[in-house]
């Protein structure tokens, strides 16, 4: 059964630290690997990595995928009030002919930084 | 359009009740999905539309659940004789491309209680 595992599952850190979440992943047939944010309500999509090794970066946050190992890490540097929320990490896999893109999400990681 | 909206944003039933939820697409989005989101879990897939049709229901968890895109845009998902394990959000999600070409975008989401 194709499934995605986060951690920790939760975090507490101070503003200023850097933290890295974890996300490790058994799939059949894997397409994508995919990180949201989540805050109150929506998931908001931080990054989608399909190749191993190559390292994608927005601001504060940046990700990389290893697929030899079946993993994955989103970075988030210099933390602020405002970086509190879950974050989602899903994968995509292949479903025979037929790709759906349905997502097979892990359980979160809620990040929670304070003051 | 701007985003994904979902309808209501809050819905209490009471058990064995009829219930409808709503979600519009971001205007020329062909593919739309729908997750369920226990609390503390991540979203389980539930359905798939590519169009009208239902590409992949394999996430429906049983019979009273049944979803519908009849022109292909908006989609309404409906839940028959409600139970209180069927409390959760229920977040829709498109793509402007089908079958996973694209990056998912999330509503809201439609929180459930059911009594």
């Known amino acids: 059964e194709d499934k995605v595992v986060q951690s920790p599952l939760s975090l507490v850190v101070h503003e200023g630290d850097t933290v890295t979440l974890n996300c490790s992943y058994e799939v059949t047939n894997f397409r994508s690997l995919l990180w949201y944010k989540q805050e109150k309500k929506a998931p908001t999509f931080l990054f989608m990595l399909t190749s191993s090794g190559i390292e994608k970066k927005s601001g504060r946050l940046s990700s990389i995928l290893d697929k030899k190992e079946l993993f994955s890490i989103l970075n988030i540097t210099a933390t602020q009030t405002g970086d509190s929320a879950v974050y989602l990490c899903a994968v995509e896999a292949f479903n025979g002919s037929s790709n759906t893109g349905k997502l097979i999400f892990g359980q979160g990681t809620t990040l929670q930084v304070k003051p | ?115």
Not at chain 2, 28 to 41: E, K, N
Not at chain 2, 64 to 87: C, H, N, Y
Request: proline letters at 5%.
């Open chain 2, 1 to 115: 359009g701007a985003g994904v909206s979902q309808t209501p944003s809050n819905k209490v039933t009471e058990k064995g009740k009829y219930v409808e939820l709503r979600c519009d697409p971001i205007s020329g989005h062909t593919a739309l999905y729908w997750y369920r989101q226990s609390l503390g879990q991540g979203p389980e897939f539930l359905i798939y539309f590519q169009g009208t049709g239902a590409a992949d229901d394999s996430g429906l968890p049983n019979d009273r659940f049944f979803a519908v895109r009849p022109e292909g845009s908006v989609s309404t998902l409906k839940i028959q004789r409600t139970e209180r394990g069927d409390s959760a959000v229920y977040l829709c999600a498109s793509s402007r491309l089908a079958g996973g070409e694209d990056t998912q975008y999330f509503g809201p989401g439609t929180r459930l209680t059911v009594l």
